[in-house]
């Protein structure tokens, strides 16, 4: 079975090709999670388009399992132009890894925003793509860059089925507690209210943790911990999420590379009165000015920002300061909500590589009985835990697999699908 995963961002756009083998297609009776292998495979065929670098063109890189690689920059902002032209390397040139697009059996796409209607990821239908564009007001940038990934595929691969895997899905379970903002509940009711985000990487994350542990996910009170350049916690008790820190929009918790994170709402009042501010100069400021950049005034990569407190830096050393302080207290009230916590997750770019983040974090919690090997913290872990033998809590670093979880999603659409028509059929 060949899966196709498109995760579109507002400037880029990953794809990659996984190739499951011939045989798990014949075995589709059984649980599809049984026929999945156990741990992610490494996709045969991975593209990216950047639009960042270079204003008004496009850089694309295709690398396959063979070891091709095939870079190119377009003069084009034309999305549908430049990524018909990166999927057609899939069949094209030194690295084609398929005969022709019939050869691909399901393709998933990353979605942003699903709202309160989507509790899991969904076969694409007319119904399916309107509630897309519909939800479109609350995620401006991503859903419809979504919904072109999807019309560009559609063209491409006709009668190939699709699924939508929602990054709010994973969060769909939220109480009425946790998701409702006390403001006048009109605004609620007009789905004015907690969504949650990164829903791929916690759920993938979830059952990594559950796998090396060894542990069955119903008997696990777990935090996930997303630290990239957006960054979110999901608090998840017997499999389901029951707290998460981004809301109504990925702004909300955690400070990231540049976003602020949750801020007194009477900071845009005060703002918005300046004669200088604007609502899309408050976007802009809240979106891509603050978070670690913001108080640096150096980088929203934590890299630089590390080695500048080596040099005695102070305001970099107060960006990671604030960095680490609103992680603390967010994972305080995470524990909260769960009442009591088996494993932590240190997952994507920071999770995955910042010892000392992870040191620091950890620090404050000893008190759980939480504590960390140092020396297994310093030696670059990856899908392993690192708390000490006696630890009450483990601790453990994931490297989170957006893609494969997406792809995971699909085999499972793909499986009920079948079930469905066997049923209707018996
Ligand atoms: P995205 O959310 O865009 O997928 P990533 O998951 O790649 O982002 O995370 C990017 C962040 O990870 C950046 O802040 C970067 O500084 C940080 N990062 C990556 N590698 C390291 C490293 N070796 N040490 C510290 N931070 C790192």
């Known amino acids: 079975m060949k899966i196709l995963v498109l995760n579109a961002g507002s400037s880029s756009q990953k794809s990659c090709l996984y190739d499951l083998g011939g045989d798990l297609q014949d075995n589709s009776q059984d649980s599809p999670a049984g026929k999945l292998p156990d741990t992610a495979p490494a996709p045969i065929w991975e593209a990216m388009v950047d639009w960042t670098h270079h204003q008004g063109f496009a850089e694309i890189t295709v690398k396959t399992h063979r070891g091709d690689r095939w870079t190119m920059e377009i003069e084009s902002s034309d999305r549908a132009e430049v990524i018909t032209k990166t999927l057609a390397t899939l069949w094209t040139g030194e690295t084609a890894v398929i005969a022709d697009p019939t050869a691909i059996n399901i393709i998933g796409h990353r979605v942003v925003h699903g709202g309160a209607k989507y509790r899991e990821s969904a076969i694409i239908n007319a119904d399916v793509k309107q509630a897309i564009a519909d939800l479109a007001a609350f995620a401006p940038v991503h859903n419809p860059v979504n919904l072109a990934g999807i019309a560009i595929c559609e063209h491409i691969f006709p009668n190939i089925p699709q699924v939508a895997v929602f990054d709010t899905a994973f969060h769909a379970h939220l109480s009425p507690a946790v998701y409702t903002y006390a403001i006048p509940y009109k605004y609620t009711e007009q789905g004015i209210r907690r969504y949650g985000f990164h829903g791929t990487s916690h759920q993938y994350c979830r059952d990594r943790a559950a796998q090396i542990l060894q542990r069955d996910v119903k008997d696990l009170r777990l935090i996930t911990c997303h630290l990239g350049n957006g960054c979110s916690l999901a608090a998840i008790r017997d499999g389901q999420c029951i707290d ?4 109504f929009t990925p702004l909300e918790g955690l400070v990231m590379g540049t976003r602020s994170g949750s801020i007194d709402a009477g900071i845009l009042l005060h703002l918005l009165r300046q ?31 590390i080695a500048a407190i080596a040099e005695g830096n102070p305001q970099t050393k107060l960006a990671i300061d604030v960095f680490v302080h609103r992680l603390r207290s967010h994972i305080g009230a995470m524990v909260a909500s769960l009442g009591g916590l088996d494993a932590i997750v240190f997952t994507a770019g920071i999770g995955e ?15 759980l009985g939480l504590h960390l090997d140092q020396q297994l ?50």
């Open 377 to 426: 913290n310093e030696q670059r872990p990856i899908d392993c835990d690192i708390a000490t033998a006696d630890s009450q809590v483990r601790v453990l670093v994931i490297h989170t697999q957006e893609d494969w979880e997406i792809a995971r999603e699909c085999w499972s659409a793909e499986e009920k699908g079948k079930r469905k028509k066997e049923k209707a059929n018996s």
């Open 353 to 367: 590589n910042a010892a000392i983040i992870r040191a620091l974090t950890c620090e404050n919690f000893e008190f």
């Open 275 to 305: 004669p200088d501010m604007d609502v899309d100069k408050l976007d802009r400021l809240l979106n891509r000015e603050s978070g670690l950049l913001g108080i640096s005034g150096m980088s929203a990569d934590l890299r630089p920002l």
């Open 244 to 247: 998460t820190t981004m809301g």
